[in-house]
C-alpha cells in the first residue's frame, strides 16, 4: 500500500504474525550482513527453536541507557555513558528438553531429571529472533553474547497454557563490532504478475 496524501503508509506499521526464536552454544557463527538479509536464510545446525511461543508472549524489546551522562563544566554539554540494558523478553510455551537447558543451564538426562539452581544460569548463548509482520516485512536480531536474566513460570491454571517468561540480557560482542547485536529489516518480496 503506498503512502496516503499526509505521508502515513499503512504498509509499514509492524502488525506481527509470526516469526521463532533460535538459540545455539556461545561462539556458534551468527548469519553474514548478506546472508540474514536473504529470505530464504537458513541457521546454523548448532542453532534450536524454542517452538511456540505464547499468544501474549512475543517478543518484548528494552534497550536503555545505563547511568548518568557524563556533564562538562560548559552548560548544555554532555555524553552517554556509553552503558546500556538491552534485553529481550518472550514467553516460551513448549516446556521441551532443549528450552529447559536454555532456561537453567543444564540438559535434563535420559530419565528427563536435571538438578536446578534457580538464578545462578551463566550459561552463554547466541540468541537469534525472526518477527513476519502482517505487511509482509521481515525483522531479524542476532545476538552474539547472551544470558538468561529472569525466569518465571505462569500461575499453573487448569485449561491455560503455562508459558516460561524469559527475559534474556543482551551483552556487547566483538562479533558485531563491540555492539549488541545485528538487525536486518528486510522488505516484503516484489510482487511478481
Do not use: C
Amino acid at each position: 500500500m503506498a503512502a496516503d496524501a499526509e505521508g502515513n503508509d499503512i504498509g509499514l506499521v509492524g502488525i506481527p504474525i509470526t516469526g521463532f526464536l533460535a538459540w545455539a552454544p556461545i561462539g556458534t557463527a551468527i548469519p553474514a550482513k548478506s546472508e540474514g538479509a536473504e529470505l530464504d536464510l537458513e541457521l546454523a545446525a548448532a542453532f534450536a527453536k524454542v517452538g511456540l511461543i505464547k499468544q501474549d508472549g512475543g517478543f518484548d524489546w528494552t534497550g536503555e541507557a545505563s547511568g548518568d551522562a557524563i556533564e562538562f563544566w560548559q552548560e548544555g554539554y554532555s555524553v552517554p555513558t556509553g552503558l546500556a540494558n538491552v534485553t529481550i523478553a518472550a514467553t516460551l510455551a513448549e516446556h521441551k528438553a532443549k528450552n529447559q537447558e536454555l532456561l537453567y543451564g543444564e540438559a535434563p538426562d535420559a530419565d528427563g531429571a536435571a538438578d536446578i539452581e534457580e538464578a545462578s544460569n551463566d550459561k552463554r548463548v547466541v540468541l537469534f529472533s525472526h518477527e513476519v509482520f502482517k505487511s509482509g516485512w521481515i525483522r531479524r536480531r542476532a545476538m552474539p553474547n547472551v544470558g538468561v536474566q529472569l525466569v518465571k513460570l505462569d500461575k499453573s491454571e487448569r485449561g491455560s497454557v503455562q508459558g516460561q517468561a524469559v527475559t534474556f540480557k543482551v551483552d556487547r560482542s566483538g562479533v558485531v563490532g563491540n555492539r549488541h547485536y545485528r538487525q536486518w529489516i528486510i522488505p516484503p518480496a516484489p510482487v511478481t504478475p
